[in-house]
């Protein structure tokens, strides 16, 4: 990472925008997530309608996150894949991680519902490093 470029900026968003798809999807993790969430037919339904509102949400939100991941590449001399997976692992567990363990302590959510989500900012924290240094 020696430099931040809308276009991997780009990629990056789509790349966690499809991987979010995938993770969440009733055939993967998806199903589980919504039983543990307690997502109702009604509130899936709901969700559907807002689906591309929350998808472009989501991709903006990527954008940022890989836009300020890439500063901290530069920061720290990330130039190979090796040193992208490292950086998206103390990204990951020294601000992801943590936080969201506050959804198990404070409001009562099973831990496999924390397992799923950082799991997925695991992957997608990993992808976005791994694009930005392409």
């Given at each position: 990472m020696t430099e931040v470029s809308l276009i991997s900026l780009l990629a990056s968003g789509i790349v966690s925008l499809l991987i979010g798809f995938a993770w969440y999807h009733p055939k993967v993790f998806g199903g589980i997530w919504m039983r543990l969430s307690n997502?109702?037919?009604?509130?899936?339904?709901?969700?559907?309608r807002r689906m591309p509102?929350?998808?472009?949400?989501?991709?903006?939100?990527?954008?940022?996150i890989a836009y300020v991941m890439s500063y901290f590449g530069i920061a720290w001399g990330v130039y190979d894949p090796i040193g992208a997976i490292e950086l998206a692992f103390w990204i990951w567990i020294?601000?992801?991680?943590?936080?969201?363990?506050?959804?198990?302590?404070?409001?009562?959510k099973p831990f496999l519902l924390y397992v799923i989500n950082v799991g997925f900012w695991f992957v997608a924290l990993v992808a976005i490093a791994i694009v930005l240094v392409f």
């Open positions: 997502i109702t037919p009604e509130s899936q339904e709901r969700g559907k509102v929350s998808a472009g949400i989501t991709f903006l939100a990527s954008m940022v020294g601000f992801v991680a943590p936080t969201m363990l506050g959804t198990v302590l404070w409001e009562q």
